[in-house]
């Protein structure tokens, strides 16, 4: 099973940023926060990951709370190309462990 | 830098019929996935090779599915005889090891009637 909550869907209006919110209130000292998306008949595409820390890259910033029970995934200009489902997943980093994807949440980007 | 490829993108069969998929990872990638995703769902891993390896299996249905990577590079699943809930999307995906980020393809869509 998952070990993260999702909202199954949210709206955002296009050039407005969009706050992706994470529920992983179990996650362990050593499990790393993942964001993945798929866009509709792609596979999922890596987006950021990190650990306790806030994490920026050209695609998102990655906010985890200083208690690491959840996080937020932050499209800071969304387009619609950013219509996707969005999956929060925790893991260790390195280890065999495999991605356990939920169900993730639907971010419809409205023009 | 070429992506997963993944072939037929598309497959329709009948019950109780065989189907293979293909998929060639990035270059130079060591672990390779097989997930399948079932239509409002996550994808679901089904089997993990590190090089020509298993890693892990525990998720493949044995009595029906199998998958080789015979020369640690690209890797077919295959399915026999297939079942009704066996529709779904296949997806690989490869990373440069165990623990890295996953590159995923484009996935082939399974459909049994």
């Known amino acids: 099973d998952a070990k993260t909550t999702q909202p199954p869907s949210m709206d955002c209006a296009e050039g407005r940023a969009a706050n992706l919110p994470c529920n992983h209130s179990?996650?362990?000292?050593?499990?790393?926060v993942y964001w993945y998306r798929q866009i509709h008949s792609q596979g999922p595409q890596y987006i950021i990951h990190?650990?306790?820390n806030n994490e920026t890259n050209e695609m998102a910033s990655l906010i985890i709370t200083e208690d690491r029970k959840s996080s937020t995934l932050i499209l800071p200009h969304a387009t619609l190309r950013d219509t996707a489902v969005y999956y929060c997943i925790v893991r260790t980093q390195g280890g065999s462990e495999k991605l356990v994807f939920g169900k993730g949440t639907k971010l419809t980007v409205n023009p | 830098e070429a992506g997963v490829a993944q072939s037929p993108r598309y497959k329709i069969i009948e019950k109780r019929q065989s189907v293979a998929f293909w998929c060639n990872p990035i270059s130079g990638h060591a672990t390779l996935y097989w997930y399948q995703q079932i239509l409002g769902q996550g994808p679901k891993l089904l089997i993990q090779?590190?090089?020509?390896?298993?890693?892990?299996d525990s998720q493949l249905p044995k009595d029906r599915f199998s998958a080789e990577r015979l020369k640690g590079v690209d890797s077919t699943l295959k399915i026999q005889p297939a079942k009704l809930e066996d529709s779904a999307v296949y997806l690989c995906?490869?990373?440069?090891?165990?623990?890295?980020?996953?590159?995923f393809g484009p996935g082939t869509r399974l459909t049994v009637t």
């Open positions: 995906a490869s990373s440069l090891g165990t623990g890295f980020e996953q590159y």
């Open positions: 990190g650990l306790k």
């Open positions: 090779f590190q090089n020509n390896g298993v890693v892990d």
């Open positions: 179990t996650i362990s000292g050593n499990e790393y």
